[in-house]
Structure formats: structure tokens, C-alpha cells
């Protein structure tokens, strides 16, 4: 019989976390709450209160959650929170309150599309997946705002009011850039 070998548990603890959101460095002790499992979209709204992101499926499906991370369009329930240490996020709060995306989605209501939001729960992943578009391509065609959009759900279904509102939006900087 051979002796019995005990095993000591080793426990990890992630390291210190430290991300830019929204221009503001933020910084979290290894002591903190956060668990190795915690997605960047818990952190966002459980220890910054940024609440603008929503989390309904939690499954990466909706595109609510989005957030742009260092100039990318991400789904911020499929990024573990230590992933993003030493990044930059963006969060819908983030966002001027003249971006010309949001005031694109705000003003949307032409006749033949319909408004770009009703009940508003989707409007934010829609807008920080439209901005990350337009920041990568100013003047996007149909064909490239529909496929940038096509991991976002909105079941109010204003699909078309959304597409209006990303192309004025890209007017809209278009004109601005001409100055």
C-alpha cells in the first residue's frame, strides 16, 4: 500500500483589474468582489453602475450588452472582466449626448421606416454597434449597416427605422467633415 499523499488546494486570485471606461482609468484591488468568472458586462453594471447595457440572455444572442472595446463592437456578457484589464471600454454613457448616432436614433421617424427605437431596451447595443461601425467605415452602405447590426435584436422589430438612423448618422458626419 502506498502512503497517502495529501494535496494542498491552491487558490487563485485574479490579479488587480484595471480598464479605461469612458476615458476614466478604473482600477480594482485583487481584495475585490470580483470573481474569476465575472463577465465585463456584470462589472460594468454591478460595480460601475453603468446600467445603460442590458444583459438579457447572457448568451452573446442579443447584442444588448454591447460595448466597444478598444475601438471594436463586442458583446460585453461574452468578455470575462479579467480579459479587459488593460483595456479601453466604452459604455453607451460614454457617448456625448450630441453623438450623431444618438441624436440619429432619437430624431429617426420617416415615413416608410418608422421610428429607430420604441421601448428603448435594445437602443443601446444598437447605437455602440452603430458607432463602431462608423468609426471603422464613415459611409457605410445598406449591405455593411445590416450585417454590423445583424447580432443585435430588436423585438420591437425597427430594423428598418434603425438602418435609416445609421445612414443619417453618417450623413450627418459626412457634412461635418466637409467643414
Known amino acids: 500500500m502506498s502512503p497517502s499523499v495529501t494535496t494542498q488546494e491552491t487558490v487563485v486570485r485574479p490579479p488587480g483589474l484595471q480598464l479605461t471606461i469612458n476615458g476614466q482609468i478604473c482600477r480594482?484591488?485583487?481584495?475585490s468582489s470580483v470573481a474569476p468568472t465575472t463577465t465585463l458586462a456584470s462589472l460594468l453594471r454591478e460595480h460601475f453602475a453603468l446600467t445603460g447595457l442590458k444583459i438579457p440572455c447572457d448568451q452573446g444572442a442579443c447584442g444588448a450588452?454591447?460595448?466597444?472595446m478598444d475601438g471594436k463592437a463586442v458583446l460585453s456578457c461574452m468578455v470575462l472582466?479579467?480579459?479587459?484589464?488593460?483595456?479601453?471600454?466604452l459604455t453607451i454613457e460614454g457617448l456625448p449626448s450630441d453623438d450623431c448616432i444618438v441624436k440619429a436614433f432619437a430624431e429617426q421617424s420617416e415615413p416608410g421606416y418608422g421610428t429607430a427605437l420604441q421601448c428603448g431596451f435594445c437602443t443601446p447595443g444598437f447605437v455602440m454597434t452603430a458607432r463602431a461601425l462608423l468609426d471603422?467605415?464613415?459611409?457605410?452602405?445598406?449591405?455593411?449597416?445590416?450585417e454590423a447590426l445583424s447580432g443585435n435584436i430588436?423585438?420591437?422589430g425597427c430594423y428598418a427605422g434603425i438602418v435609416q438612423a445609421v445612414l443619417h448618422a453618417s450623413e450627418i458626419m459626412a457634412k461635418a467633415s466637409a467643414r
Open 28 to 31: 480594482l484591488d485583487t481584495g
Open 65 to 68: 450588452c454591447t460595448v466597444i
Open 81 to 89: 472582466a479579467v480579459e479587459a484589464h488593460g483595456h479601453e471600454i
Open 136 to 146: 471603422r467605415v464613415p459611409s457605410p452602405t445598406v449591405s455593411e449597416i445590416k
Open 154 to 156: 430588436c423585438r420591437c
